[in-house]
């Protein structure tokens, strides 16, 4: 085993595979990603959502293949989960730092960015 990012799956991105996996609405931190050659699950890009991840990775359908998620009682835990995802596990399509939600004081425990 390597290092992981600590979500469940990876799931296939489709809606129905979103809709088996996520059953309750909630703040969550995801990732996308592909399958590699070697059948490991390769991790593109990390996201979350403040309110409902199920809703937001149904946006992605049809961007990549694969997904994983985890649910956080507190959107501030989802961040934090992002951050360290971004940070540790440097995603290629994430561009810039994972922004905090409006008006919410949250400190990104791995750099100076908040
Ligand atoms: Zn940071």
């Known amino acids: 085993m390597t290092v992981g990012s600590g979500l469940r799956g990876s799931f296939p991105l ?3 595979s979103i809709d088996k996996e996520l059953k309750f609405i909630a703040p969550g931190t995801f990732g996308l990603g592909v399958l590699g050659h070697d059948g490991r699950f390769m991790l593109l890009y990390v996201g979350r959502s403040d ?5 937001a990775l149904k946006t992605f359908v049809g961007k990549a293949n694969r997904f994983k998620f985890e649910y956080y009682d507190d959107p501030e ?14 995603p290629k399509a994430n561009k810039s730092h994972p ?3 409006e008006g919410m004081p949250w400190r990104c425990p791995h750099c100076g960015v908040y």
């Open 77 to 90: 835990q989802a961040f934090f989960k992002e951050c360290e995802i971004f940070h540790f596990m440097k």
């Open 51 to 55: 309110s409902d991840v199920r809703k």
């Open 99 to 101: 922004q905090r939600a």
């Open 14 to 16: 489709t809606i129905e």
